[in-house]
């Protein structure tokens, strides 16, 4: 009995040793995601709520990678993609899309503030001082309408605050002339009441030479000013007033026809053959 008691507490006392000699690791406090509120169902709901498709960038990562267009969009979400041509935009959601037909709305919807933007010329408008943008996959039309067949393309600008905020920037690059000047201010102007008044200019040489005239091209002129009010007359009440011009004028084109040269052929016109 005299050597399993000693047998134990041999045991006993290096356990003990052993859990003395083991190191105690902190544990790091667990990581929380921030929940990403959308509208992708006209009412708002966390991302994770929503049975649909959906990509969403944030109004401080737009600023952050320098998108200041829906063409610049496609680069970070995927199954989008646009071009701009002489006549129109390609646009389309997973593969799905209208063409560069000007005379047709376009199968991938966009909405700003609930606006929809039926021409795809529309779809060139510089963006500027945007809360967020989700592009949702797949048919759309019983809450966008009958032409989001292939997606929408949901905008929400950025909204006056409860506090004072602002900021002005100024921007210069010299390879392709590119000059931008931006404001931003917003803040309460009462208990009820707030507004936000945000203006954007922005001019920039091709990136490409016309041959022909020897021009930097496409060359963008663009001007962007909103201002917003929204009043809270109650608890239950709350209405915004919006004003927005855009102005974006594009000289040239990504592809310029220098030279053509006709098949006279035997179903070729005579009037273009002599």
Do not use: W
Not at 246 to 264: A, H, L, M, P
């Amino acid at each position: 009995m005299t050597a399993k008691r000693d047998d134990l507490v041999r045991t006993l006392g290096l356990a003990l040793a052993l859990g003395l000699a083991t190191p105690v690791v902190a544990q790091e406090p667990a990581v929380i995601l921030q929940d990403v509120v959308v509208t992708a169902q006209k009412r708002e709901q966390t991302l994770q709520q929503v049975p649909i498709s959906v990509n969403v960038m944030s109004g401080i990562k737009l600023n952050e990678v320098g998108i200041n267009k829906i063409e610049d969009l496609q680069a970070y979400v995927p199954n989008l993609t646009m071009s701009e041509t002489g006549i129109g935009n390609n646009i389309y959601i997973r593969g799905i899309g209208s063409g560069i037909n000007p005379g047709v709305e376009q199968s991938s919807a966009m909405f700003v503030d609930g606006v929809h933007y039926g021409r795809g010329q529309l779809y060139r408008a510089p963006l500027f001082d945007l809360e967020r943008i989700e592009v949702l996959r797949g048919p759309q039309s019983i809450l966008f309408g009958k032409n989001a067949i292939a997606g929408a393309i949901n905008v929400i600008t950025a909204q006056p605050t409860d506090e004072f905020e602002g900021y002005a920037s100024v921007l210069y690059e010299p390879d392709h002339e590119e000059q931008e000047f931006s404001l931003v201010l917003s803040g309460p102007l009462s208990d009820s009441a707030a507004a936000r008044l945000s203006v954007r200019g922005r001019e920039i040489d091709g990136y490409m030479t016309n041959l022909l005239n020897n021009t930097p091209e496409p060359s963008r002129d663009e001007l962007t000013v909103r201002a917003q009010l929204r009043l809270e007359p109650s608890d239950r009440t709350n209405l915004t007033f919006k004003f927005e011009r855009n102005e974006f004028d594009v000289t040239g084109r990504q592809v310029e026809i220098i030279d053509d040269v006709y098949d006279c052929g035997a179903l070729a016109p005579i009037a273009l053959c002599n």
